[in-house]
């Protein structure tokens, strides 16, 4: 499923590509998606397919990350209007954003969890991901998951991102994050438990030349930003200001 929120202004400032987090929609983002079309740029979200409870559930689309910057550049083959693009994307989206402008998957790292060399646990939303990938995916799969992992799969289109509370920072490699030439916003809270800052925003921050960091706020939690908890609309409402400001510099000529 796409979802686009029409700049409210007659000439744009560019678009914006939205990437939920895991097993969330689009729709999740819409306190993100609002301002910024108001502000007079286009967003266009999309649910992920696979990983998006709007759609269903698949085992596959919660290990083959990579699949997601695909998504996105697949829609703006569709949707693209010939404007300057940025990307945004929270948690697992957050990685996706990073993966559009240059962000690589460790193909090495990504091969020892595929073949359980390294043990790591299912996420939340799939408790049974591992046993179900661990009953179906055969080692030639496995494979050719591995190798497909550390391709590069940015978009040149896209030249600017935000990542909040962005997701695997310790499967990526160094080169390819410090590789990264376009601007970069990246945006955590004080106690998110889900990509804790200091293995995942900040570890982008340090590598991504010039990436600016932020704090949304220290008391948070992860899901301050798709779930109704205490504080949320602030925070949420600082973070979406702040958005606004960074895409309509980056995306105005």
Do not use: K
């Amino acid at each position: 499923m796409t979802y686009v929120w029409s700049a409210a202004a007659a000439t744009t400032g560019g678009t914006v590509l939205l990437s939920h987090g895991t097993g969330g929609c689009a729709l999740d983002l819409s306190w993100l998606a609002e301002p910024l079309a108001s502000a007079g740029l286009r967003v266009i979200g999309v649910d992920h397919h696979g990983n998006s409870h709007r759609g269903g559930y698949h085992a596959e689309a919660f290990a083959r990350w990579w699949d997601r910057p695909q998504d996105l550049s697949v829609v703006l083959d569709h949707l693209a209007d010939g404007g300057p693009v940025g990307v945004a994307g929270f948690s697992l989206g957050g990685y996706t954003a990073a993966a559009m402008l240059g962000a690589r998957i460790d193909a090495d790292v990504f091969g020892a969890i595929a073949t359980r060399r390294v043990t790591v646990l299912s996420p939340p939303e799939y408790p049974t991901l591992i046993d179900e990938l661990s009953d179906r995916i055969g080692a030639d799969d496995i494979a050719a998951w591995i190798s497909e992992s550390g391709e590069d799969y940015a978009d040149r289109r896209v030249t600017a991102g935000l990542l909040i509370c962005p997701a695997q920072g310790q499967l990526l490699t160094s080169t390819s994050l410090r590789g990264i030439t376009t601007p970069v916003s990246i945006w955590w809270t004080g106690e998110d438990d889900q990509t804790p800052a200091e293995t995942n925003a900040l570890h982008y921050a340090s590598l991504i030349p010039g990436a600016t960091q932020h704090c949304a706020d220290p008391s948070a939690g992860h899901y301050v930003f798709v779930r109704d908890t205490p504080g949320a609309d602030r925070v949420r409402s600082r973070l979406a200001s702040a958005a606004v400001a960074f895409f309509r510099e980056q995306l105005t000529a």
